[in-house]
């Protein structure tokens, strides 16, 4: 009985980091790339979420396409909000940018609340709704989460491809190096941090309809609190490194679990908070993170 | 010379600015002779929307039928309806308003404990009759030094009898032996029901395995539940509100938990049912207002009142909602006068109310004696099981 307890908090604990590493690595991407702290990430995947529930429940579109739709919108979504709020304050201090990207969150989510409600809206279950048992002992892993981790482990992958091995993420990769020197070198800067927004919140939005489909219920403030879980798990592996927000995202789903099942479960969040302090003041680049000196 | 311009412009502007505000004054006092004008704090938006409007439809159907009917001491009566964000201290601004800039001569609302008590300080401090159909918080009418609150009222029975029949319930008609607690620890009237619940079991022979905790708007309860699992409970009450009780059941089922879930008037709404899924809801009781399965008269012409004008069933918050309205009228009326001060001892004074929720009589603490009724859901539907008087 206890071994199975064991497992079964395993398991949950890995379904929810899957979650948290899912947003993550958005996060982490964008700021690899143009070192902005996008706050309004968790509001994309929001966003992304109820794009998958339009198209789900009045559409009646499958899961895949409402994934991929869904990323597409979210993509379009995230260009035009770098284009309208973060471009115009490109060369401003940093505090600028994070204070409009808080603004920018804001607004989305009080938009979506005046446009569509603040009630709680029920995806439609596109995923089988199927249990696997776990070495024949009661433990039990849903279908759901095989998914989600599926997903994530291959977006991660996919992105490492992207940006290690493809021109636009050569490009994404000398942007982040030093701006001036890419554009002397003939890249279209403009053109490589809109594709960086562009994945970004594609990886977001595919988020929002996967978590969507997993809880399924979505409400406006969905963003907020796994948002800020995910800034935790990119954080905890080292900000700016995408294999380091998929172990943060995972790090931290087990640590949660863990504290619930010793009977801590009202503590969760600020062991997961406190665990961001312990990093930020001991390990500040994250677990995965090499101690680079920033260039003066 | 500039100067003094620019002096006598500001001065101008200020003058015309408080002219304005006057006659406003008046307008506003002379509308009030004519008609009667109650307050409405309710959740139009924000986590328990669905309590919060549905009371309002409640509301606003009974107060069309008076109206209708010729209002009342020949007055028709004006609904002043705010939002409260089911946020207690914009509940405390929204009654503060009410009294203040809109002068009503009673509160209706808020939908829950908590917000209630968030609005109840600017209603006394105002003297201004503040009532709350569903806050079945113990403490809302009584203050912590079991000292009654004046303009404090509420027309639904109280937390600790949700409790103790839940517990009762449990052990005598379930003969269940073996509980677990889950409670939503953010939340009073959960804490509530929880506490009662805890006092009760054990003395009636059941006992506690486990009691574990959870926070509103959480979304993953898989921990919490494989904890619970492992103490092989029998029986679960999960004192909480539909959106997390929604989503607890039905990954309690996914964690192969398939013991009966019992529960409060939280668990009504329709959103239970969508969030849950039909195949996670069996073995699911819980304590109630009002059952649409009764089959009285009154009930009865209020569910064909309530869909021909919403064009939906009425559900417990709507005939809550529909009681409280009839309820403050028929105190307005035995007051003989649109006075706060006269409708609040018309109001404590309530001797067999009959409403859509049964007959109810305010007792001295300000809570009224009303019965209880038990739901089950059934493949997600309620089912009415048994009603008890208190």
Redesign the interface.
């Known amino acids: ?2 071994m ?2 064991i497992i ?2 395993i398991v ?2 890995v ?2 980091g899957s ?1 948290y590493a899912l947003i993550a690595l958005g996060y982490t991407m964008v700021y690899g790339i143009i070192k902005l702290i996008n706050f309004a990430h968790g509001d994309i995947y929001m966003i992304g979420a109820y794009v998958g529930f339009a198209l789900t429940t009045f559409l009646k579109l499958g899961f895949f396409p409402a994934l991929i739709l869904s990323m597409v919108i979210c993509a379009i979504l995230g260009v035009i909000i770098e284009k309208v709020a973060y471009k115009p304050i490109r060369n401003s201090t940093r505090i600028a940018a994070l204070i409009t990207a808080i603004s920018v969150s804001l607004f989305l989510e009080y938009g979506m ?1 005046y446009f569509f ?4 809206r ?1 995806f439609p ?1 596109l995923l089988p ?1 199927k ?1 696997i048992k776990i070495f024949n002992t ?1 433990a ?1 892993l ?1 279908i759901k989460n095989v998914y989600i981790i599926v997903v994530t482990i291959s977006l991660m992958l996919l992105l490492q491809y992207v940006i290690h091995r493809t021109k636009v993420g050569k490009a994404m990769r000398a942007v982040s190096l030093d701006r001036d020197a890419a554009q002397l070198m003939g890249i279209d800067i403009n053109k490589t941090i809109s594709n960086t927004f562009a994945i970004g919140s594609a990886l977001a939005g595919a988020a929002g309809v996967l978590v969507g489909t997993y ?3 979505i ?1 406006p ?2 963003g907020v ?1 796994p948002g800020l879980k995910a800034f935790v798990a990119a954080v905890i592996g080292g900000i700016g490194i995408i294999p380091g927000a998929v172990f943060g995202g995972f790090f931290l789903g087990i640590t ?2 863990t504290i ?2 010793l ?1 801590g ?2 503590y969760k969040d600020a062991v997961a908070f406190a665990i961001l302090i312990l990093v930020l003041l001991l390990k500040p680049n994250g677990f995965l993170g090499k101690d680079v000196k920033e260039k003066v | 010379m500039k100067k003094t311009m620019t002096l006598f412009m500001a001065l101008a502007l200020m003058v015309s600015v408080l002219t304005g505000c006057g006659a406003k004054d008046t307008g506003g006092s002379g509308k009030e002779s004519d008609t009667i004008k109650i307050g409405l704090n309710y959740e139009l ?3 328990v ?2 309590y919060g409007q549905s009371s309002v439809a409640g509301i606003e159907l009974a107060i069309d039928e008076v109206n209708k009917d010729g209002g009342v001491l020949g007055k028709q009566i004006e609904l002043i309806k705010v939002d409260n964000k089911s946020d207690s201290a914009e509940a405390a601004n929204v009654s503060t308003r009410l009294a203040t800039r809109d002068k009503v001569v009673a509160i209706l609302g808020p939908a829950t404990s908590g917000n209630t008590k968030g609005a109840t300080p600017p209603a006394m401090q105002n003297k201004v009759p503040l009532i709350s159909s569903s806050a079945t918080d113990d403490d809302v009418t009584v203050d912590s030094n079991g000292k009654v609150r004046e303009y404090i009222f509420k027309t639904c029975f109280n937390d600790s009898f949700q409790g103790v029949t839940m517990a009762n319930f449990a052990f005598n008609d379930l003969k269940l032996k073996n509980a677990a607690i889950l409670f939503d ?1 953010t939340s009073d009237y959960a804490k509530g029901l929880m506490n009662s619940f805890k006092k009760t079991y054990p003395s009636l022979g059941g006992k506690i395995l486990v009691e ?4 509103a ?1 959480e ?2 309860f ?3 539940l ?2 619970i ?2 103490t092989n409970p029998e029986v679960i009450y999960i004192p909480g509100y539909y ?1 997390e009780v ?2 607890i059941v ?1 990954q309690a089922r ?3 938990i398939e013991v009966p879930v019992l529960g409060g008037d939280g668990y009504d709404s329709p ?1 239970l049912l ?2 849950a ?1 039909k ?1 996670s809801l069996h073995d699911v009781y819980y304590t109630n207002h009002y059952s649409p399965m009764d089959t009285a008269p009154e009930v009865v012409a209020f569910k064909e009142a309530f869909l021909a004008k919403n064009g939906k069933d009425a559900d417990a918050f709507n005939a809550l909602g529909y009681d409280l309205a009839k309820f403050l009228v028929d105190a307005i009326d035995r007051a003989g006068e649109a006075n706060s001060e006269k409708i609040k001892d018309a109001l404590a004074s309530t001797k067999d109310f009959k409403g859509v929720t049964g007959s109810l009589s305010i007792d001295e603490n300000h809570n009224p004696v009303k019965a209880v009724t038990i739901l089950e859901l059934v493949d997600g539907e309620p089912k009415f099981l048994k009603k008890l008087e208190p």
């Open positions: 009985m206890i199975e307890e079964q908090q949950n604990g379904s929810l979650i609340m409600k603040p009630d709680t029920t279950s709704d249990q009661d039990v849903d809880y399924n219920s409400n403030l969905m609190v949660e679990t619930s099942s009977g479960s009202l | 938006s924000g986590n929307a669905t620890n574990e905790t959870y926070q708007k979304t993953d898989k921990a919490v494989t904890k699992k492992s959106e929604g989503l039905k996914e964690l192969g959103k969508e969030i899924n195949d």
